[in-house]
Each structure stands twice: as C-alpha cells, then as structure tokens.
C-alpha cells in the first residue's frame, strides 16, 4: 500500500505486471546493402532477438519499526531479475496493485455497485450486522483467501478498452462482528465471486469493472473456503475447511449460528454437506456457477493440486492428526467421481533436508461418485455409519484411533464402509492404519518438470511430537522435538505404484518418497517480537510453483513473524527471496501465479485480517494499531491483488 497511512491514497498504485518472454517473435526490421556498383548479394539475416533464459528475484529486508508506516502496509521493496540469451538482464522493481478492499463499494458490471466481500443468506439476502444500535450493516470479510486468475477464449464481456481476464476469489471468513467483541469465525456462510479484469495491452495491468456474486445455494452454501487452486481445465478448485464434527454437532455453537444466518434455523444445516471440494466454472460473461464434489474425502480440505495428466489430486489436510490424502478421478478433466487414498509413511520421515527421506505407500478407502456420496449425506446420520467412543469400551470390534489429537474408539457399522470413508474420512483413514500424524498440512503444488509435489506444514507439532498426547507412534510420523515454525516437504512422484491391497493405482504421479526442502526456526524473542527466525519461512501455508521461473513461491500465516511474508524458493538455485511483506498482525493469502496470461505473468497475493493482534505483536502493537486501523477500515477490510512492476514493463523478445 500506500506509504502514507490514509486510505484513499493508499489504494492508488501505478504499474504493469511483468511481461515475460514466452513465444518467438520475428525481427522488425532487416537490414539493408549500401555501396556503389549495383552489388546485389542478399541482406544479411537479421540477428535473432535474445531469449528468455532464467529469473531470480532479490530479496526485501523485513521491516521494522524504524519504518512503522511499512509495517502497516503491504510493502514490496524486492526485484525480478531476467537473464537473456545473449547474457544480457533485464531487472523489474516489484510493487503492489490492488483490485479492491472488502468493504468497498465495486462495479456490478450493470451500471451500480456491490459490497465487496459481502455475506448473503442462501435466498441472496444480505446478512446484518446489528451488533451496533443506529450502525446496522451488512457483514463483510476481513479474510478474502484463495484466488483463481484465467481467461476464457472467447468472452461476452462488453465495454472493455483490453482484453478480459477474469479471476475467482473467496472469502474464508470474518473475524468480529462491528461491535470488536463478537467473534464472528465460522459463523457466517463464505461467500465467493467472480471478477472480470480489463487487461490493458500495452502495460498488463488489470482493472476491476465487474463482481459478480456466485450463487451457492445449489451447494447448500460455503464453509470456511480457504486455499485454492486452479485446475488444469480452467476452473476455480475452493475448499472446505475444519469439517464440523456430526457426532457433536449438537453442542457445536459455531455451526447452529452459522445454520442460523444460511438457513434462518440453527438446525437445518447438515453438518454432512461441508468439509468438501467446490469448483466454480467462470462464464463468458463474466458470471460463474459452483458444484460441490462429495467424492474426495470430507476432511480439512486446505488447497488441492490437480496433476498434469488431468486426474490425479493432491490434498493438504489441515488439521491434528490430519492425513496426506490422494485422488484419482475415473475420466480427465471430472472429478465427479474416483477412488479416494490415504498416505501410509515408511521410516525416515525427517526434518532435515539432507536426509533421504520416507517412502509413501497408499491405502485404498474407496469408490465412489459425487452423487452418491451426496445421497448419503442426505439421509445419513452419523449413529448409522459408525460408534464411537471417548472412553475404552472394552470391546475388541472397536479400533483404538486419535482423532484431532485425542484418542477415540471406532465401529464402522455393517455395510457402510463406503459412506464411513467418504463422511467419516478422518476416522476411517486412522481405523485403516494410514499415518493421521500430521499438523496442519496447508498448500500443495506441483513441479511437472522434475515430477515433485511440495506441500507445505504449517507447524510441526502436537501429533507429530513423540511422547504427546496426540502421538500414534504407529502412525510412522514423528520427531522428537516440536519445530512449531513448520516447514516445506518435497514429494517425489512416480509410475507404476500400488496400493497396499496390490492394486494397481491407475496414474503415473503418484508421491512415493517425501523429504524435507525448507523448514523454519524457532528462536526466542527478538526486540521486535518475532518467534520465528525472520529470515527463515514460519508457518507456511500456500503454496504455488511456476514452471517458467522454476519458482516455489510461499506464503505464510504465521504467529511466529510480527509481519507475514510472502517467499521465492528457486529450485535450481535454493535462493530463497523474500518478496513481500504483509500488514502487521495479517495473514498472507490468495497466492496464485499465472505464467502466461495473453503474454503477461501475474502473481497473485491477497491478505487477511490485518491488525490481528497475538502475543507476539506487544512491542509493535501501540505504535501500528492507529495506521492499520486508518488504513484498513479499523481492521475489518483486507485486500485482494496481484504483485505487478513499478513502472511500465518492458516488451521483451517473446520464445
């Protein structure tokens, strides 16, 4: 933002994304023979324009108190440096470009304005915030997350001066009602739109001139979204996150409230129709329509990584004694159905990146459609799929599990093992032996050149800490000291691979060995407040790769780093670069990168709830408060953005 603290200014940013070399492009001139006697011989041929070799981006210094305005903006003082063929460089100033601020009034693409970030019940009807007598509003995010950006080949958007790109955002939540005491998480129903961007031609830069609300009442509503991808057929993959627990939902307030504003009744919403994987397809006209799938596990669902070959899904699962989870659909491009794994780990599992890692095998739960899958939630109470219990039962048909981080005693009852791994996944992926070690697996993504999955671990702790309480040492999953700044694993991914059954599994990118990359330190305090070592990733949590810059670029949602940073790991160089720096106290989210865009690369970086003050942020926080505040709506709105160049790109040589 801004370096001034007022909020108009602040969202006045110039500049054009980075224009890369992508495709060839002839010469524009030839040159020409001169001299006396007629000489005829043809021109020499024209020199060929340099290529696009290789990029590395130079690292910010993280901000201080030295600079307070900085700590309360996102700030971007970091550059991309492209080598040429002909070893000549071209260097871009980073900065950052906003499409709008939650709360914000923006173009409905009809000639009036719409809320920006705003709820909705599941008739369309605003939700109010009345926590405030004489202040009545609707409610609004403070959290946009996950962001989608594409195109479409041929748009019916009318009035743009460039050409249309549009991109998906949802909102995760928002964190306090107007009255700053209410706390309002998971209780409202998560919104998500589409945006329609002008792409102006000669600099890249994208303009918001509609949103448009997605209609989710077909999906029953929208739970906690939180990480996403784009999948390889162009649509935006959403999630579910923190699935309820249908065996106490009776006692869960968060989810009667969150029934009340969908529904208007506390107890209409079935716990069953959440903790599962939307996807929204972008129309032509700049509208968008949702499905939700009900066939690829209900867990933690985070931000899933569809493959190259159009089928096979990995899956973050964020949660205590979360599992490693895989998916592989029966037809490319439709994941209406498939068969649902569960990740087994051998030894080895380490924390340093030297090591050679744990091999993976993987457990079966099942088949299924989409569509039947939904039909059991329907009319599916939990009692009919399985027992359980809190305290031994004494019974040797049940199976002694951990579930998150306490330990429970399971049943499946007799013919619902498929509805127990498609609606039960975590309990069922424990009773079946798969490692449900994990502590908050986040973001996932792809390297297809070198056929590696990365997924990032938010924390390391907990259920991954032999001798706690949430331990399964036969999970295979352990480490003897918790590493609470996480870190960032690498999976290799291979052919021919089979389940522990014998089956064939039916794709050739399957992980089969993962090993630590990048992992974090904890440190004791700082003078600023930080836990985590500043110049180290903390708690990372999305993920995105871009084959062009052979790029790992992470984001963080850390309570370990006074200001959250977003990173660029390049994996042939192991230069990590911090890129940006969020507002203090907020969330880096919405990462995405898009390495051609009608020519142009875009990354993604939206941030949440900033002003979210923990522990950490006592030396910070007296100072800081006044400008978040001023600059970000007293801290109810949160931006959504891309990372763009200071000044007007060059137009360079496309290969």
Request: proline share 5%; hydrophobic share 40%; with cysteine.
């Amino acid at each position: 933002m801004s370096s001034t603290p007022n909020r108009r200014q602040a969202l006045k940013f110039l500049g054009a994304p980075i224009m890369l070399p992508l495709s060839g492009m002839a010469a524009t001139s030839m040159l020409t023979a001169c001299g006396s006697g007629g000489d005829d011989s043809p021109a020499p041929a024209p020199k060929p324009a340099p290529t696009f070799t290789s990029a590395s981006f130079a690292a910010m210094a993280a901000p201080t108190l030295a600079d307070p305005a900085g700590m309360a903006k996102t700030l971007v003082a970091s550059t991309l440096d492209v080598t040429l063929s002909d070893a000549s460089k071209q260097s871009f100033k980073l900065a950052y470009q906003p499409f709008f601020m939650t709360g914000d009034l923006v173009p409905d693409g009809k000639g009036g304005t719409v809320l920006a970030g705003a709820y909705v019940d599941i008739n369309g009807k605003p939700i109010m915030d009345t926590t405030v007598a004489g202040k009545e509003r609707q409610f609004f995010s403070d959290a946009p997350d996950g962001t989608s950006l594409l195109s479409l080949p041929n748009p019916t958007v009318t009035g743009l001066k460039g050409k249309a790109v549009f991109a998906v955002v949802q909102f995760e939540y928002t964190t306090w009602a107007q009255d700053g005491k209410t706390d309002m998480y998971g209780k409202l129903p998560s919104p998500i739109a589409v945006l329609t961007l002008d792409q102006d031609q000669s600099t890249g830069k994208l303009s918001l001139v509609k949103y448009h609300n997605v209609d989710t009442s077909s999906a029953h509503g929208l739970w906690i979204t939180c990480g996403s991808s784009l999948s390889p057929w162009g649509t935006h993959l959403s999630s579910e996150e923190y699935e309820p627990d249908a065996f106490t939902i009776a006692s869960n307030t968060m989810f009667k409230a969150y029934s009340k504003n969908l529904f208007g009744d506390e107890n209409k919403a079935n716990p069953y129709h959440y903790g599962h994987l939307p996807e929204v397809t972008v129309n032509p006209d700049g509208t968008g329509t949702i499905k939700k799938h009900y066939c690829l596990g209900r867990i933690s669902h985070e931000l899933i990584q569809v493959m190259p070959d159009n089928r096979t899904a990995l899956m973050g699962d964020d949660a205590t004694n979360g599992g490693f989870f895989m998916f592989v659909a029966d037809k490319e491009k439709d994941l209406s159905s498939g068969s649902l794994y569960v990740a087994k780990f051998g030894a080895g599992f380490s924390l340093d990146p030297a090591a050679a890692g744990a091999p993976i095998s993987w457990i079966k739960l099942g088949s299924a459609t989409s569509a039947e899958i939904e039909a059991l939630a329907n009319t599916l109470k939990p009692t009919d799929i399985m027992d359980v219990a809190t305290t031994d039962p004494k019974d040797a048909s049940f199976t002694k599990i951990w579930f998150s981080g306490k330990v429970q005693w399971v049943r499946v009852k007799a013919g619902m093992d498929k509805a127990a791994a498609f609606l039960e996944t975590h309990r069922y992926a424990a009773l079946k032996g798969a490692s449900m070690a994990f502590t908050k697996m986040e973001g996932t993504t792809v390297n297809a050149k070198d056929k590696i999955a990365y997924s990032a671990l938010q924390n390391i702790q907990s259920s991954m800490v032999k001798g706690n309480a949430a331990y399964n040492e036969a999970y295979g999953v352990g480490v003897d000291k918790a590493l609470n700044a996480g870190g960032v694993f690498a999976h290799t991914l291979s052919t021919g691979q089979k389940d522990t059954a014998g089956a064939a599994i039916s794709s050739d990118w399957v992980p089969s060995l993962t090993r630590a990359l990048l992992v974090g330190e904890d440190i004791a305090a700082d003078t600023l407040g930080n836990t985590g070592h500043p110049d180290k990733v903390a708690n990372p949590d999305n993920l995105k790769f871009s084959e062009k810059l052979r790029t790992l670029f992470i984001g963080e949602d850390s309570s370990q780093h006074v200001n959250n940073f977003v990173w660029a790991y390049n994996v042939d160089t192991k230069q990590l670069s911090r890129l940006v720096s969020m507002p203090a106290g907020a969330e880096a989210t919405g990462l995405g990168v898009v390495d051609d865009l009608n020519g142009w690369t875009y990354i993604t970086s939206n941030f949440q709830h900033p002003g979210d003050w923990g522990s950490i942020h006592g030396v910070v926080k007296g100072t800081l408060e006044p400008l978040i505040n001023t600059n970000y709506k007293n801290r109810f709105g949160a931006c959504v953005g891309y990372l763009t160049s200071e000044a007007t790109s060059l137009k360079l040589n496309k290969v």
